[in-house]
């Protein structure tokens, strides 16, 4: 049966397919879809629009289609939740520049504690783990938590922004892991009047918002 609406598009795969649970009012994983559009693929969400298609609403029949080097990668990971005795599976979602795995089960409480630090671990140890000559990037998701963290992130960048232009004094964010420095950088990039810097070494660092020097 032909479905009222099948186009949906957004800022990201998962924009689009938030539009579309709700216009259906349906949960997303039962969206069967492909995207039919996009203005350009970058690894994290939210730069460019993304078009997707409903195909069909309803779990899939038959068995998941996997490539094969995204079944070794969810292989993987099933195995290192396992040895860590954690009552948690991932299962592939699909691929939005990076490829998604969807983190479920009892303990992703414990995924998700002090701001996903061990969702984060995981996603680090499981890029590690692929071979160099494979060119795979694998992004992690419980309970949409990044999709939720990204949107708090570009709050926190607008607010921040708002800050500096009102005191003209430069705002420090706290220490931010790359992905989340990204989203910063990426939410401030087309202000006119603000500019943006990451500052210190290591793994961590802290983005400087300021005012722009003008030329």
Do not use: W
């Amino acid at each position: 049966m032909a479905l009222e609406k099948s186009l949906f598009s957004g800022k990201d795969v998962e924009d689009a397919l938030d539009k579309a649970s709700q216009y259906y009012n349906v949960n997303e994983t039962l969206l069967q879809y492909r995207v039919v559009a996009r203005d350009q693929s970058l690894f994290s969400p939210l730069n460019g629009e993304v078009t997707v298609k409903i195909e069909r609403i309803g779990k899939k029949n038959g068995k998941r289609k996997v490539p094969g080097q995204v079944q070794k990668a969810e292989n993987m990971l099933n195995d290192l939740f396992q040895k860590s005795k954690l009552d948690i599976k991932a299962a592939y979602r699909h691929i939005n520049g990076s490829v998604e795995f969807d983190v479920s089960g009892k303990d992703t409480d414990l995924l998700l504690d002090k701001n996903g630090t061990l969702l984060d671990a995981f996603q680090y140890l499981i890029n590690r783990m692929i071979p160099r000559n494979v060119k795979m990037k694998v992004v992690l998701e419980c309970e949409s938590f990044r999709r939720n963290r990204v949107r708090e992130l570009q709050d926190m960048a607008s607010k921040a922004a708002e800050k500096v232009r009102d005191f003209g004094k430069p705002y420090l964010f706290s220490p931010m892991n790359p992905a989340e420095r990204r989203q910063i950088h990426l939410a401030l990039q087309d202000d006119k009047m603000i500019s943006t810097e990451s500052l210190g070494d290591g793994h961590y660092k802290r983005v400087k918002v300021f005012i722009k020097k003008r030329g």
